[in-house]
């Protein structure tokens, strides 16, 4: 977890693959972002709580199948928590109508894996206000 960087660049990361979860936490560092990651929705949620004073991330990045709350419902929660409405992006191999709809019912970024690298940093570094 990699905190060093200013407050309005920091994401927040969840994905329950390790290889992907560190690749794209590595990947967030070099782009200059302080990053929170978590390989659950509940983990992600307790890594915020732990922090003091609650820092409001700029950028939520989600697996949208993860162990017990689905990334729709983490981001609600990480939501609710902060009390803001932060942008975020969810990361899916699953292409159903019904994800695409709930995400974006709640105005979430829907991204289909594998997503290129320089695609990715475009849709983060507009979502958190950075590009």
Do not use: F, N
Not at 43 to 49: I, K, V
């Amino acid at each position: 977890m990699t905190l060093d960087t200013a407050p309005d660049r920091l994401a927040i990361m969840i994905d329950d693959d390790a290889i992907i979860l560190t690749g794209m936490e590595m990947m967030l560092d070099s782009w200059g972002y302080g990053v929170i990651a978590a390989d659950t929705g509940a983990g992600a949620l307790a890594a915020l709580r732990a922090r003091s004073p609650l820092p409001t991330p700029c950028v939520i990045i989600s697996d949208y199948r993860l162990h017990g709350l689905s990334g729709v419902e983490t981001v609600r929660a990480i939501r609710a928590l902060c009390g803001a409405s932060v942008p975020a992006i969810i990361l899916t191999g699953d292409a159903g109508a019904d994800l695409v709809a709930a995400a974006q019912s709640d105005g979430l970024t829907v991204l289909h894996k594998p997503v290129a690298p320089a695609e990715l940093r475009t849709h983060i570094d507009r979502l958190a206000g950075q590009g």
